[in-house]
């Protein structure tokens, strides 16, 4: 099952990838912006799921879930938001672009996973 | 604020209380806000920056431990599976499984406190939520009183300080060390 994680920040990426590693996945892509996460999806085949971030430089998370579904190759693809973002209605603006599920900063790794689960059962 | 500075903010007063067309403060003001709006932001992004940098060292290191205890581990599973071969080693494997729980759990605990790094990316998306909100704040102001802030010159010193605030091992033993030196040398 490959994963992109898409943050501008290092620290969060490995955090993920650590916390993704963990629960056994193993094939994980990083991107630090949409931008370059729209072009290792088109360029790479895709990705069983996407991890992203909201706010990021060049394309935002948001715009990020917009270009991927408006995109007839990976409009399917399961997104997960993970940012600190947590008024109502940016999580409703979420979900309204797109976004199959939604977790804040900080979480636990127990989270994370409940997470993916409830986006792709089987998952891990 | 070198001697150039305090002497243009010094002119600035004469001239204006010379003139009598503004108030002599205001004229003060007008020099030394812009320098200070750069100045405010600039710390705040570096802050965000050191702080990053700083948790990736971190990150680093506890990756690397989190493999030497997973190599380890490894090591110590083989030693068993040796050992319960020969028959005769039971309480070898005993010590052995307590070794490789002890492991594991420093390897949770390891785990936690990345996870429990994440405070480093909220607390650099609150600073650059609020530099914004004061550069917007600053812009707004400089609108309203009609002030032209760009192309002020950026003041870093406290960035500066940051950087020299001991974060590289050493960094400053050299320099210390020079001190002491001429110090000693000195005293002779």
């Known amino acids: 099952m490959k994963i992109l994680v898409v943050d501008d920040s290092l620290t969060m990426r490995k955090i993920i990838v650590n916390s993704l590693n963990r629960l056994g996945f193993k094939e994980v892509v990083e991107a630090d912006n949409g931008k370059k996460a729209f072009e290792t999806l088109s360029t790479g085949g895709g990705a069983d799921l996407i991890l992203t971030d909201w706010n990021m430089p060049e394309m935002s998370g948001l715009e990020l879930i917009q270009a991927v579904r408006g995109n007839d190759a990976l409009k399917k693809t399961p997104v997960l938001m993970i940012t600190t973002n947590s008024a109502k209605e940016e999580v409703v603006e979420a979900l309204k672009a797109g976004v199959n599920n939604y977790l804040v900063k900080p979480f636990t790794p127990e989270t994370l996973k409940e997470k993916i689960l409830a986006v792709i059962p089987n998952a891990c | ?188």
């Open chain 2, 1 to 188: 604020m070198d001697q150039n500075e305090i002497d243009r903010i010094a002119q600035g007063i004469v001239d204006t209380s010379t003139t009598e067309s503004k108030p002599a403060a205001l004229s003060v003001t007008e020099r030394a806000e812009p320098e200070a709006k750069t100045e405010m932001i600039d710390q705040l992004d570096k802050v965000t920056q050191v702080a990053e940098q700083e948790t990736n060292k971190v990150l680093l290191r506890m990756e690397s431990i989190l493999g030497n205890l997973g190599s380890q581990a490894e090591l110590l599973e083989q030693v068993k599976e040796k050992m319960g071969r020969k028959g005769n080693a039971e309480i070898f494997c005993s010590q052995l499984d307590q070794c490789l729980q002890l492991g594991q759990q420093s390897q949770d605990l390891i785990f936690d406190a990345m996870s429990l790094l994440q405070f480093q990316d909220i607390i650099r998306q609150k600073l650059e939520k609020l530099a914004t909100k004061l550069e917007d704040l600053l812009e707004f102001i400089d609108t309203t009183v009609g002030r032209d802030a760009s192309g002020s010159k950026k003041k870093r010193a406290h960035s500066l300080t940051i950087e020299r605030a001991g974060l590289v091992p050493d960094g400053n033993k050299n320099a210390v060390d020079a001190i002491l030196a001429e110090h000693l040398a000195g005293g002779k």
